[in-house]
């Protein structure tokens, strides 16, 4: 058979036999080749797939903070109680100075956790504030005694050890919100290791009137000797500060409670009595107790 036939018979064999493999086109051969040419030339892979789409840039770390809870038995309150511990983020706790949180009327330890405190202090801390510890407990009462239930005495006698046990130091700082700030203002009276102090709109009351209308006080005579603002000379005026909304139902006593204690700090700002408004000026009040405790 002469040459030129036996290669067209060769040439057909092949064509058959490529178009007898499932997936196997002569433009893909062709693309194959160009592929590999182009591989060749560049010294690259030649791409065999779209480019998946680029990963979402990581976000920043979160704001945490370390929070620890434990349930404790306070013999001055008669029941078990809860100790919120909080700290910044990445700070280890043994050794920090605290500044103890007292919550408002009809809440408890846990509602600085709502407030988003622990994030706060995290913020602050990046920003340059020394470190430090919040310890909130729970209370009642305007932070009185109350017939068996002395939450005050709560706080002198067995919140110290409670702090030691953590490895933490000794109260230092008091920072209240609305009735806890009433008890935090009575608390620095009574405390000269206290160093700094500051009010969220403090519930205080300018006369006995007001005050009777709350029902929490037995006697007049039982809120004058509670009541901050009937002893003013007692409360310190350095590391002192004060924060109220201009549509807070208590916007008056504070007002009160600025012009005659003369805080180091006071502000009155947009806002009422409210979560939203504590929220809004818990990191400014963390920079002032934490410049303050360093």
Not at 151 to 172: K, N, V
């Amino acid at each position: 058979m002469p040459k030129r036939t036996r290669s067209k018979q060769k040439r057909r064999r092949a064509a058959e036999a490529m178009r007898s493999k499932p997936g196997v086109t002569r433009r893909g051969l062709l693309l194959g080749s160009a592929a590999a040419l182009v591989s060749a030339c560049t010294g690259r892979s030649a791409p065999v797939a779209a480019p998946t789409s680029a990963a979402p840039a990581s976000s920043p770390s979160p704001l945490r903070a370390s929070i620890t809870i434990h349930r404790r038995h306070s013999a001055a309150r008669g029941r078990d109680v809860d100790v919120v511990l909080m700290t910044p983020d990445g700070v280890p706790s043994l050794g920090l100075p605290v500044c103890v949180a007292l919550h408002g009327r009809g809440s408890n330890a846990r509602t600085f956790l709502d407030l988003d405190l622990p994030a706060a202090l995290t913020a602050g801390v990046r920003s340059g504030v020394p470190p430090f510890a919040v310890v909130a407990v729970d209370g009642s009462h305007y932070w009185v005694p109350d017939g068996s239930d002395d939450p005050r005495r709560m706080l002198a006698d067995e919140l110290p050890g409670w702090l030691s046990e953590a490895g933490l130091r000794p109260m230092t700082g008091v920072l209240g919100i609305s009735m806890g700030g009433f008890g935090a203002l009575n608390l620095a009276r009574r405390r000269r290791d206290v160093r700094t102090v500051a009010t969220c709109s403090a519930a205080l009351f300018r006369t006995w009137p007001e005050a009777r209308t709350r029902h929490i006080f037995p006697s007049q005579d039982d809120w004058t000797a509670a009541e901050p603002l009937q002893h003013v000379d007692e409360l310190p005026t350095r590391g002192l500060g004060v924060w109220c909304g201009d549509g807070d139902p208590f916007l008056a006593a504070n007002r009160k409670l600025i012009s005659s204690a003369k805080p180091e700090v006071s502000r009155i700002t947009a806002g009422e009595h409210t979560e939203e408004y504590w929220r809004g000026v818990l990191p400014e009040v963390l920079r002032f107790l934490g410049s303050r405790l360093a």
